[in-house]
Nanobody, 120 residues
Framework: QVQLVESGGGLVQPGGSLRLSCAASGSIYSAYAMGWYRQAPGKQRELVASITSNGWTNYADSVQGRFTISRDNAKNTVSLRMNSLKPEDTAVYYC??????????????WGQGTQVTVSV
């Protein structure tokens, strides 16, 4: 059974930093794109950042230059470094991964979500 487990959320003041981490576990053969989405109250879930297995990255305009996504292919982990946080970054952040599992089945998996709150 494949699981994505996130960590690193919390409460931070505006201008502060946080680092989110996500580890994929289970019978994973390979990982394609991995990324982070977020969902604020009353809003749709949106892509924050993604990274391919060869390191190509994509960021939402709202976080470009403030957030950095990285991954460790050997450990099937993905991280999101968030700097210069703003109140509008407040949301539940979800890890996402496009994985091939044993038996060569390819599916998209989601973590349980971690709360990030930016407030004074």
């Amino acid at each position: 059974q494949v699981q994505l487990v996130e960590s690193g959320g919390g409460l931070v003041q505006p201008g502060g930093s946080l680092r989110l981490s996500c580890a994929a576990s289970g019978s994973i053969y390979s990982a394609y794109a991995m990324g982070w989405y977020r969902q604020a109250p009353g809003k749709q879930r949106e892509l924050v950042a993604s990274i391919t297995s060869n390191g190509w990255t994509n960021y939402a305009d709202s976080v470009q230059g403030r957030f950095t996504i990285s991954r460790d292919n050997a450990k099937n982990t993905v991280s999101l470094r968030m700097n210069s946080l703003k109140p509008e970054d407040t949301a539940v952040y979800y890890c996402n991964a496009d994985l091939v599992t044993s038996g060569y089945f390819r599916n998209t998996y989601w973590g349980q979500g971690t709360q990030v709150t930016v407030s004074v």
